[in-house]
């Protein structure tokens, strides 16, 4: 049981390039999430997922975009890299477990992937 | 605009005692709240959460206390380890799966022995 695996951890792109962050969960959670962490502040959400087949826009997309084609994957693909994209972004996969009232909160991040955009 | 609003952004406390982080909320839909620890260099791990339906939640060292008329909840660590030191953020939701949330700019813990 892997949990939550991010790769690349490190990249450094050019103003204009292309590149997909890839994110893979072992846990068969239904929900995925894609968030970055700018120095200093808080997590702000990108896109998110609450099954294969289904995305949806978090607070910051523009200038993302995503898939999921299976429960285990969810791909974040940056077209024509920009420097705010600069930042460190992290996946995560959740789960809740009880009554739909209460319940339990299960939540795995990556190790997140860093990235600059030069 | 910031609706979650936490402080200190960085705490020095003394091995054995007391850490007290604070955070404050706008939305009264907001009816989750989580704490996140974040090592460097690691993703955050979710640390306890509170629903509002009870006014504190107790978990080992950690502990959240709520008061909703006040908008506001605090992370209390007891016994404060230098394995604790971490950057810790609060978060509000409107439901757990809710996938609206809404963080803290965090707090940068350091425990010195």
């Known amino acids: 049981n892997a949990g939550v695996t991010q790769t690349p951890k490190f990249r450094i792109l050019k103003i204009g390039q292309s590149m997909t962050l890839q994110c893979t969960q072992d846990?068969?959670?239904?929900?995925m999430y894609w968030y970055r962490q700018d120095p200093g502040m808080g997590l702000k959400l990108i896109y998110y997922s609450v099954g294969a087949g289904i995305t949806d826009k978090g607070e910051v997309p523009n200038g993302y975009n995503v898939s999921r084609s299976t429960t285990e994957d969810f791909p974040l693909r940056l077209e024509l890299a920009a420097p705010s994209q600069t930042s460190v972004y992290f996946c995560a996969s959740r789960t809740k477990t009880g009554s739909i009232r209460g319940g339990t909160d299960t939540q795995y991040f990556g190790p997140g992937t860093r990235l600059t955009v030069l | 605009q910031q609706q979650v609003k936490q402080s200190p952004q960085s705490l020095i406390v003394q091995k054995g005692g007391i850490s007290i982080i604070n955070c404050a909320y706008e939305n009264t839909a907001f009816d989750y709240f989580p704490w996140y620890q974040q090592f460097p260099g690691k993703g955050p791990a979710l640390l306890i959460a509170?629903?509002?339906?009870?006014s504190e939640k107790k978990e080992g060292r950690f502990t959240i206390s709520f008061n909703k008329s006040a908008k506001q909840f605090s992370l209390h660590i007891m016994d404060s380890q230098p394995g604790d030191s971490a950057t810790y953020f609060c978060a509000a939701s409107k439901g757990i799966l809710n996938n609206d949330m809404r963080f803290g700019a965090g707090t940068r813990l350091t425990v010195k022995p």
């Open positions: 846990m068969n959670h239904n929900y």
């Open positions: 509170i629903r509002p339906d009870v």
